[in-house]
């Protein structure tokens, strides 16, 4: 049975480290951000490098806020060397999202890169992995666009409702 991370945390003795070191690390590889987030070997072969080389006691793939919009079909820009940015923001109503019947996002090609980085981090890395997912506001905002999405929990709670629940579907699949 695993331990908790507070138990691990004690037995330490010490504060434990887990820098989010994917972004920078590509300079030990010479890759490209683009490259570690449409390919696993590019992505793991990062996160090996790194572990093997700063030895810290948690490893993260690489945080990537367009995974799940990306997944769904929404348009992104990805930049050779900067996060990928969402670029439009496609739901007005609640109508707007019955273009995304419940999706199995796992069969997204993006989303294969990070589970496949985890399975490799799993087999083959000594520290703690951890992942990433976005939470079901930030997949609203992704979808309405941050400034409608907040707007919304005053001027339109029922359709950011709608949003958030299916987001949180959307999201915990992934999770998952």
Do not use: C
């Amino acid at each position: 049975m695993a331990d908790k991370l507070v138990d691990i945390a004690r037995q330490a003795g010490r504060r434990l480290v887990a820098p989010l070191m994917g972004f920078p690390g590509v300079q030990l590889n010479g890759t490209s951000l683009k490259q570690n987030m449409f390919n696993w070997g590019t992505q793991f072969s990062t996160l090996f490098a790194l572990e093997r080389r700063f030895r810290p006691d948690a490893v993260f793939f690489f945080m990537d806020l367009s995974v799940e919009a990306s997944a769904l079909g929404l348009p992104v820009r990805f930049p050779l060397s900067e996060s990928p940015t969402v670029e439009e923001h496609p739901i007005r109503s609640g109508e707007d999202l019955e273009r995304y019947p419940v999706a199995d996002i796992l069969s997204d090609g993006r989303v294969a890169v990070y589970i496949e980085t985890m399975r490799l981090m799993a087999k083959y890395l000594d520290a703690m992995k951890g992942g990433y997912v976005i939470g079901p506001f930030t997949l609203a905002g992704l979808l309405m666009s941050a400034t409608e999405a907040s707007m919304s929990t005053v001027t339109n709670p029922e359709l950011l409702h709608q949003v958030l629940g299916f987001s949180a579907g959307v999201i915990s699949r992934y999770a998952r």
